[in-house]
């Protein structure tokens, strides 16, 4: 039996900061790109400066303990700066997307009564316009756009840095997770310094982590998985995080970074792939890796193109990676693990193992994690030690989403094997039932959908229609090079290729009648996707289903919504 996970106060997030500020002082924590592929480094103990400063400043505004501060902004040292001094001053931090609209943004700054808010790196402000009330301060973070606000750098310099480390009681409110909001109004949880601990000491008990270690953080840091395995695991174990500056320089950004922990989603491990395919066909690069010496150098010259030589722990979540896609990158050398978990458990549920060559699970509860299926709805439900206290300020919703008995309803449907491993079969309130009266999981299908370089995004939808059908949303280069006609066909006709080839992988009940392209991008302003960039399936059907009937109707295999 595994040793029970007890959370002593020094594996609190401040006492671990403290820790490696005097330990690790000289130490680069954060490097930081700014302008023109300069970057700025800041050592522990620089970053303790500037932390204290803060902290110092925050307290002058006399606020009650516990107050609720926010910030938006993409992921920059300073970023992680402001968390930490908001936490040291006594406060509570609330992580916001940068690509929250102004509606939501409104929403989310007024229900959790936010004192202020700190703007970091955006690439659009108006959402900040229409979203920030007019009373309400603001600090512009160092890269943030040029708007109305107080300026970090100017506080900093004009306050005296703290000088106690207060420790907080590990009960005590951090931070409040807002989730995207993919069926209504976000929500957000409430996690203490005691259950974002115990999760950081329960996934590492599996992956583990060093001072050596480096992160590059470039997913959403107002995402729990991103907050977690990079910032609090750099916390915890005094690692190195660099920053991406741009979509543009992401490359020369991990190639400059060289993560030992490297995490991403799906699409992004599969555009890794399309990518090295698009330089060497697969047939080729498998014919390579067959040979011993030759393999070797071709596996080394494209981990180290991609800027992954150095990875010693590369995982994938929040959604299922296609089993083709990890043998793929096993047999590059590159050992990826799928991870399992939500805002509402600080991310830790499950994960694969290490070393493992199976698929199509997300692995086995981390230790002290508990799991069972409701045998009633098939939902998978968990329990642990870092399971939000509550929804904020929502007890009905609290209610409905933890049992009685403490149990998280996570609203994925699964199956556990004999051996404890988890699968999941599809969101619970996603499946429907078609006009022949069977049920279909639109995940699985999407899953299948996605692996076709041109398809940015889709849904699977077609309650009570004789076959489901499926909108298709494209890559902006694939709209941009549709608008010839040539290359326009060329693309209908692979589409119509691909759906025959994921049709062949379906029972005929779940076999899609038709794809329906979309070109105008979904984006989380027009209100189609979260943040998070997950699809709003109740904003898809109020937008389209009155059409489903006819498009069902049309016989034809692929159809351009354009048209």
């Not at 979203?131 to 301060?137: E, S």
């Not at 690692?239 to 400059?256: C, N, P, S, Y």
């Not at 794809?515 to 937008?543: D, H, Q, S």
Request: net charge neutral; charged share 20%.
């Amino acid at each position: 039996m595994p040793t029970p996970i007890a959370v002593a106060a020094g594996d609190l997030p401040l006492p671990c900061f403290y820790r490696w500020e005097r330990q690790r002082a000289n130490q680069v924590y954060l490097t930081q790109p700014t302008t023109g592929g300069a970057v700025q480094d800041l050592t522990w103990s620089q970053a303790g400066d500037q932390v204290r400063r803060m902290a110092s400043w925050l307290q002058t505004q006399a606020w009650p303990i516990g107050s609720r501060v926010a910030i938006i902004g993409k992921n920059s040292a300073h970023w992680v700066l402001a968390d930490l001094a908001i936490q040291m001053a006594g406060h509570v931090s609330v992580p916001l997307y940068p690509t929250f609209n102004g509606e939501a943004l409104s929403y989310v700054l007024a229900h959790c009564e936010a004192r202020a808010c700190f703007v970091g790196k955006m690439d659009e402000i108006g959402n900040l316009q229409t979203g920030l009330a007019a009373d309400l301060p603001v600090i512009a973070l160092p890269l943030a756009p040029a708007i109305k606000a107080l300026r970090w750098s100017d506080l900093i310099a004009s306050s005296l840095p703290m000088q106690e480390s207060p420790t907080p009681d590990g009960e005590s409110v951090c931070t409040i997770i807002y989730t995207s909001g993919t069926t209504g109004k976000p929500k957000g949880a409430v996690h203490t310094f005691n259950t974002i601990a115990w999760g950081v000491s329960s996934a590492t008990r599996r992956v583990r982590m060093s001072s050596d270690d480096r992160y590059l953080s470039y997913l959403p840091l107002a995402h729990v998985a991103e907050r977690m395995l990079i910032e609090q695991g750099s916390l915890r174990y005094g690692g190195h995080i660099f920053f991406a500056e741009a979509l543009d320089t992401f490359v020369q950004d991990l190639q400059r970074a060289r993560p030992t922990i490297f995490f991403s989603v799906p699409r992004l491990w599969v555009k890794f792939q399309q990518g090295v395919h698009a330089k060497m066909p697969a047939a080729k690069l498998k014919r390579l890796l067959a040979l011993p010496l030759i393999g070797w150098l071709v596996r080394r010259k494209i981990l180290k193109g991609l800027g992954l030589d150095q990875c010693r722990i590369a995982a994938g979540g929040a959604a299922p990676m296609p089993a083709d896609v990890l043998h793929w990158y096993r047999d590059l050398g590159l050992d990826l693990i799928e991870v399992y978990g939500m805002t509402e458990n600080c991310a830790i549920s499950h994960s694969t193992m290490p070393g493992s060559s199976r698929t199509g699970t997300v692995g086995l509860p981390y230790d002290g994690v508990e799991q069972r299926i409701d045998p009633n709805s098939g939902e998978i439900e968990m329990r642990s030690a870092a399971l939000m206290k509550a929804y904020y300020r929502e007890p009905e919703q609290t209610a409905a989403a933890i049992t009685a008995d403490g149990w998280l309803r996570t609203g994925d449907k699964g199956d556990i094997a004999a051996d404890g491993y988890l699968s999941i079969t599809g969101r619970v309130k996603d499946i429907f039932k078609t006009g022949k009266g069977k049920y279909v999981a639109p995940a699985p299908i999407e899953d299948l959908l996605v692996m076709h370089p041109d398809i940015e995004a889709c849904v699977v939808t077609g309650a009570a229609l004789a076959q489901p059908l499926a909108l298709v949303m494209l890559s902006q280069d694939a709209v941009t090079r549709c608008a010839t006609g040539d290359a326009k066909q060329a693309l209908t006709e692979s589409l119509e290729l691909h759906l025959k080839a994921v049709n062949a992988r379906l029972e005929p009940h779940e076999r899609l009648g038709c794809l329906v392209v979309v070109t105008t991008p979904w984006t989380p302003e027009n209100g189609f996707v979260t943040p998070t960039l997950k699809v709003k399936r109740n904003r898809i059907e109020e937008a389209f289903a009155g059409q489903y009937q006819s498009w069902s109707n049309a016989g034809k295999p692929v159809i351009w919504l354009a048209d």
